[in-house]
Structures are given as structure tokens and as C-alpha cells.
């Protein structure tokens, strides 16, 4: 009898045990699953979608200073202005803030190696996606817009090829614009493809199918914008049609039309205000663009 007392008496403490391990994993867990569920609720009823801008190769965080002060002298509510620098450690320095209620702000991510190449375009993708993972963890957005000049189109492109599918679940893409962005470098024609282009049309079906797409050109020249050849920004199409929702080439001349000076063109701010913006974030009344868009 007393044996079985204290056989008894042992299985009960090992349950015991068990239940206080049980109940002490559960305890993390709870918290966790708590705020996974805050977060996601918040990023659910985020209402902020922000514009996300890269600029091309040898080009700082500041490239799109003048462009964003004629935006903002369009529009009746400012956009507020975040912008951000990959340093080669992997440190993220950051430069002004978004403000309270602001639904659009616009964000600048800049590289210290801001060098020219496809294998540095892959090193910037993935710096991207490192600042992309800060910036949903601390703004909880949704949703958001894209634009890359030059090769930050490139950029944008591998980025969303390579590394959109982690969040898409959760986040949208809209709308992308890319400015003299040279999809096949300095190539004039398709039939001579680079391994970047090669590459962009072979996982081109990693691109979201909702995504609208515009991709402006600039003509300095008859084939050129000074810079990269009109053949390449049209080699976009072999990457982005009937992959995408909708894909629009467009292309600017006369004044500032030249490759550096694209950004600054007035033509490329009514674009952006009438393609890329959200209508209800932007007071230009340029921008015709329906719902049905957006």
C-alpha cells in the first residue's frame, strides 16, 4: 500500500511538472501571439501608403530634392520626407522623419555604394529589402508606390523578382514608375541581351500581376537620352507586358529631357502627380486618373 502511496505520489509531481513547463512555454507564446495580432491589425488598418524612391548609380539619398520640392509646391498637403542611407556595414542612417497623419509620405532610400554594375544592383536589392523590413515594422503601411530613376529601376525590378514575394501576402505594391531606366544597360536592342536583361525576362513571372507599371523615356536625341538608349527603357516591355495589370511606356522631350535632368523636368512631376500619387493625397489638378487604378 505504501508503495503504491508513493508511486502515486511521484506521477503526480512529474504531472505537475509537466503542467508548470506547459504553462511556462504557453506564457511566451501568448504574449508573442498577442502582438503578432496587434500588429497585424494596425498594419491592416494603416491608411498610410508611402512613395519609395531610388535613385540611380553614383546618385545620394538627396538626388530627388528638387524634384520633391516641386511636388510639394503643387500640392495643398505636403508630403513629408524620410530618407535613408545603406552604409556598405549595413547600418541604415537616416535623415528627417514622416509626420504625424501624413498618409503619403515620401521615403528615399540612397546606398553608400552607389556604384554602377548588375552584381552591384543585387547588393542594393537586397539593402533594399533591409530597409524595406525596418520600414513595415515601424510604419505598418500596407500598401505603397515605387520609383526608381535609372538604375533604380533596376533595383526595383530585381527587388521585386527576388524578395516581394515575403511580403506580399501582406503588402501591395501599386504602382511603379521607372525614369530612363536602361533594362538592358548600354545596349540599343534586344538581340543582343546582357545576363541582367536575360535574367529579368526569365523570372519575370515573380512580378505581381496587379501591379500597374509606367516606364518613361526621355529624348535627348532621336534614340537616345543622352545617356542610355531609348532601346534599352523600351526593353522593359520584353520584362513587364502581359505580366503585369498594365504596362505604359511614355517618353518626354525638349527641355531637361537629357538623362540626369529627367528628375527635375516638370513633364516627369505632372507624370508622377497624375500616375504614381494617390488622387485623394494629391491637390493637382492635373491628376486624372480614376479609382479604378488605384
Known sequence: ?????????????????????????AIPAYFWMKDTNKYLAAQHNSRMSPVIMIPGSSATQNRFNPLIKKINEDSPKKHSVLRLEVKNNGKIVSQGWINRGDN??????????????????????????????????????NNFKAFGHSNGGLVWTYWLEHYYSDYEDAITIKRLMTLGTPYNFAESSVSHPTQ?????????????K??????????????????VPEGSVDAGKYIYQKQVAHYTSMTVTGKDAQHSNLPQNKQIVRLIEEYLLDPADNGNPQNKRGSTQN
Do not use: C, W
Request: net charge positive; proline share 2%; no cysteine.
Open 1 to 25: 500500500m505504501k508503495k503504491m502511496t508513493k508511486t502515486m505520489l511521484h506521477s503526480r509531481i512529474v504531472l505537475m511538472a509537466l503542467m508548470a513547463i506547459l504553462i511556462l512555454m
Open 104 to 141: 503619403e509620405p515620401i521615403i528615399v532610400i540612397g546606398f553608400e555604394n552607389n556604384h554602377d554594375g548588375y552584381q552591384n544592383i543585387k547588393k542594393q536589392a537586397k539593402m533594399v529589402n533591409q530597409v524595406f523590413e525596418r520600414l513595415t515594422d515601424e510604419y505598418n503601411f
Open 196 to 208: 541582367m536583361f536575360s535574367d529579368f525576362v526569365k523570372y519575370r513571372y515573380r512580378i505581381p
Open 210 to 227: 496587379s501591379l500597374l507599371v509606367y516606364s518613361v523615356a526621355g529624348t535627348e536625341t532621336y534614340n537616345s537620352d543622352g545617356l
